[in-house]
């Protein structure tokens, strides 16, 4: 998440306080991703530093900061530039469920289905907040909804695939167990852990 | 009040080393004002719990009672008119009559359950008007929309007062904005009093629903519950 350009993007409208700038990341995003002070104003000291904002203290000698044009040009760049997709987060249902598979100690089917109801539940949720939502005509934080919804429906459809796959696995198994004439090294071949 | 009672429920087919169990010991309860979506992949038992709810197919072991009475109790006759009067059936296919304009493939339904024909056009557009509709009431199905002709039979499926809708994959042949209108439609009949149990693929869809159930195999694998709310979602309880 870029909250350098974002609080480019907040200032390019006026010039404003660190903590009014925080305020009004959290309020454009929906209290999505809360930003602590200290990165706000870690993030603001990096931008003066490279000329991109300037301070000026008011009259309570609080700063104030400003974009500059090198802010704005910036800013500019940002969004004409997309986001590298190689830049994957890390994932950890992604992770678990690996090594729910490789260690062999757990029901995988069983972590699976737990996550998935767990995930349509928070999809569930962010589908409650769009609905109330669209009447807003806040169409900014309707797209943001509709992020997290793609992200979650994301998940849950990665996980049905995951069950799918287990389950056609096992029926393999089972269908191997039954016809000695299948080796019965390859399915437990696949089912193989750490040493594969 | 509990509208829909489907209880312990199995359906088998066939018999002997042929026996096929399509569903097997799952149990759904849906209240006026409830909206549960059944997930799971194809063959799981999705279309079949839809058809056992609906009358449409009788159990094999357990119950399906409708606002309390056994469907199982029931003649041909009775069962018909049950179902005819409290629930309305959505489906992919829109299945709306093409020499029929909206507003009368609406008045129709209300007509077959012996209103006068007069009163049933005024009784459809009525419905069509408070659903955002009125401007398809006069146009054949022809010249709607997938998406208009979708939320026209919702209106057909909810004309008359019907109390339980059963839709099983509505939205298969509409784009991602246009399925959610429909899914908007039918929360709105919720909001209303009736029950809707939804089947289907699509997990954006589901997220509608109150509560989302999965069938596995023609078993119950899991169920969401009613919605933990969006402070949990957003963490800091400030969600707006």
Excluded at chain 1, 151 to 170: F, G, K, P, T, V
């Amino acid at each position: 998440m870029s909250v350098r350009h974002s609080l480019l993007a907040v200032l390019s409208a006026g010039p404003m306080h660190g903590y009014g700038l925080k305020t009004e990341f959290e309020a454009a995003t929906g209290d999505v991703w809360p930003l602590n002070v200290g990165q706000v104003y870690t993030t603001l000291g990096r931008l003066e530093r490279d000329e991109l904002v300037t301070a000026e203290a008011d009259a309570d000698g609080q700063k104030v900061y400003q974009i500059t044009e090198a802010g704005r040009d910036e800013l500019a760049r940002w969004f004409e530039t997309p986001v590298p997709r190689q830049m994957i987060p890390r994932q950890e249902v992604a992770i678990k469920l690996v090594f729910a598979m490789r260690s062999g100690v757990t029901d995988v089917a069983a972590v699976v289905q737990r996550q998935r109801v767990a995930t349509v539940r928070a999809l569930q949720d962010v589908t409650r907040l769009k609905a109330a939502a669209e009447s807003s005509g806040d169409l900014a934080w309707l797209m943001m909804l509709d992020a997290l919804v793609f992200q979650a429906e994301a998940e849950a459809r990665w996980l049905d695939m995951c069950e799918a796959r287990l389950a056609r696995e096992n029926t393999a198994a089972g269908t191997a167990r039954r016809q000695p004439e299948i080796p019965a090294g390859q399915a437990a071949k696949r089912s193989s852990q750490w040493s594969s | 009040m509990v509208l829909l009672d489907i209880d312990r429920a199995g359906r088998a087919f066939g018999s002997g080393h042929l026996r096929v169990v399509a569903l097997d010991d799952v149990s759904l309860r849906v209240s006026a004002g409830e909206f549960v979506a059944v997930m799971g992949p194809s063959g799981s038992g999705k279309s079949t719990l839809l058809r056992l709810a609906g009358g449409l197919d009788r159990p094999t072991s357990g119950r399906v009672l409708l606002a309390g009475r056994d469907l199982a109790g029931l003649d041909e006759a009775g069962l018909a008119q049950a179902l005819r009067r409290q629930i309305g059936f959505i489906f992919q296919e829109t299945n709306l009559l093409a020499s029929l304009t909206a507003a009368e493939n609406v008045a129709l339904a209300l007509e077959l359950d012996g209103v006068r024909p007069k009163a049933a056009m005024a009784g459809a557009r009525g419905l069509l008007d408070s659903l955002g509709l009125a401007a398809t009431g006069s146009r054949f199905p022809g010249q709607l929309s997938g998406g208009e002709q979708q939320r026209v039979t919702i209106a057909r499926a909810v004309a008359g007062g019907r109390s339980l809708l059963l839709a099983d994959e509505p939205t298969g042949a509409l784009d991602a904005i246009t399925g959610e209108s429909v899914m908007g439609l039918l929360r709105q009949r919720c909001a209303a009093g009736c029950a809707v149990v939804l089947a289907t693929h699509n997990v954006r869809h589901a997220a509608w629903a109150d509560r989302v159930m999965f069938l596995t195999d023609g078993r119950l694998a899991g169920e969401t519950g009613p919605p933990a709310g969006p402070e949990c979602l957003l963490g800091t309880g400030q969600a707006r």
